[in-house]
Each structure stands twice: as C-alpha cells, then as structure tokens.
C-alpha cells in the first residue's frame, strides 16, 4: 500500500462514520459510495488526503472531504480531525402541532359514556362554527 493512503472501510470505520469495519466494507460494496465523483465498490479502494466522499447515510447524504488518515479509530473527538464536512445535516424544523381540543389527565383512564357524549358534542359544536 502506498505510504499516504489508507482503504476506504478503514477510513469510514475509524471516523465513526460506521461501528464495524465489516458494515463500513458492505456499504463501499453495494456501490452507494463516491470518491470524488467516482463510484466505486470496492472496500480496499484507497483513500488520500484531500478525497471527497459523497454517500447516503440515514436521511442525509453527506458530503465530506478527507483531511487526514488516521492511525487508530479513537473518541470521537479524534475522529472529527480526520474529515471536514463540507454539507453538513440540518436539523429538521420544528412542526408546531395543532391544539389539542379535548385532553384528559394522564391516569384517568377511559372516557365513561357521559363523558364521551360530552366530548362528541363539544367537538360537533365546534365543527359547526368553523
């Protein structure tokens, strides 16, 4: 191996992109990663500082360029060094829930009879008005 690379699923396992270096291997092989616009499915594909990745990972793709290789997989502290994220994920915005029109104490139990009558009207009136 070349003295400044390092195989692709030892990469991603050691910047905690993947637990186990047998997950980061079977995800290079389904062909769902990029290095620098390639595609490539090969787990022993070599890696060099300045790569950038493009793969799929949870609801995100993630765009990262390779900074360093590493020497071990470390804390996570660590790993961070090893990459620069040049997309990183947002989160996802708050979604404000509507009102909530009848609500019961937690323990209560099920609405009885009246009460579900109750509430049926209750809700039946404010249909009407909208």
Do not use: C
């Amino acid at each position: 191996m070349a003295e400044n690379t390092l195989r692709i699923d030892k990469w991603l396992w050691q910047a905690r992109f993947f637990k186990s270096r047998t997950l980061a291997g079977k995800f290079v092989s389904a062909g769902s990663l990029r290095i620098n616009g390639d595609r490539t499915s090969k787990a022993h594909h070599p890696v060099h500082p300045e790569d950038v990745l493009t793969f799929p990972l949870g609801p995100h793709i993630r765009l990262i360029k390779v900074v360093e290789l590493g020497t071990r997989r470390g804390p996570a502290t660590e790993s961070r060094t090893l990459y620069e994220d040049l997309d990183p994920p947002q989160p996802k915005p708050k979604v404000e829930r509507p009102p909530v029109i009848a609500e019961r104490e937690p323990g209560t139990g099920r609405p009885t009879k009246r009460e579900r009558r109750k509430m049926d009207a209750f809700l039946d009136e404010a249909e009407e008005q909208d």
